[in-house]
């Protein structure tokens, strides 16, 4: 079970030295990724978790200010990284092709990327939600070969549950996870959106879900632990 920690924008340094204590205080038979804010990614130094980042830039290198490069992360360790998340698309105006650039960065060094795709409320109310989703898909693998393809782990966080306590239904989790599963049908598939140490039980009965993508709850140990041993 792959569970990772996106620290999105928390810690400042103090925070998050006490933060990698804490880790090490974290026993679990789980695969544990921990993606920090990219200012604390050259603290990291645990050895038994790995390096994740949450965002990387389109670019290669050169004048790109503010922009951190997929070479940049290797050189620092990093093994995955999160690509297209909500937050990054509504905030930075980040567009599917815009993720499609950043896997191809990625792969270019083999990190491997952590695809988040995920339907807004009123796009679920719609109805065009399988749509908004398969497009997501296909637009990031566009003019990857089946390897590259194969090689991509996708988090499914429908945008209205990121931090709402709002969990979907079930049934309707195992649905998203069968559409992908119909365009990229041997790839791990983590559920992000509100999933805590009080949810996981019922989380956990949809077989389908190879892992989890924790938000808020990654800042909490003492709740990620209870998480953990529920697994």
């Known amino acids: 079970m792959i569970v990772m920690l996106n620290n999105k924008c928390n810690l400042n340094k103090e925070e998050f030295l006490n933060y990698l204590e804490d880790l090490k205080t974290i026993r679990t038979e789980e695969d544990l990724i921990v993606c920090p804010s990219t200012i604390n990614l050259s603290m990291y130094d645990n050895n038994v978790f790995p390096l994740g980042a949450q965002n990387v830039s389109k670019y290669i290198t ?23 998340h909500s937050e990054r698309r509504q905030e930075q105006n980040e567009s599917n092709k815009d993720t499609n650039e950043k896997i191809k960065m990625l792969l270019n060094e083999g990190i491997i990327p952590v695809l988040c795709v995920g339907e807004t409320k009123e796009e679920r109310d719609n109805n065009t939600y399988k749509e908004v989703i398969t497009k997501e898909i296909n637009d990031a693998i566009k003019d990857l070969n089946e390897e590259e393809q194969e090689s991509i782990i996708v988090a499914y966080e429908p945008i209205y549950s990121i931090g709402t306590g709002i969990i979907p239904k079930n049934n309707e989790i195992e649905e998203i996870f069968k559409l992908i599963k119909e365009i990229l049908p041997t790839n791990k598939i983590l559920y992000g ?9 019922e989380l956990k009965q949809t077989k389908e879900i190879d892992g989890y993508l924790l938000g808020g709850l990654s800042l909490n140990i003492t709740k990620l632990k209870d998480f953990l041993s529920k697994l």
Request: with cysteine; charged share 20%.
């Open 62 to 84: 050169g004048p790109h200010t503010g922009e951190i490069s997929s070479k940049q992360l290797k050189s620092y360790g990093v093994k995955y990284c999160i690509v297209g």
């Open 193 to 201: 959106g509100s999933a805590n140490e009080n949810n996981i039980d």
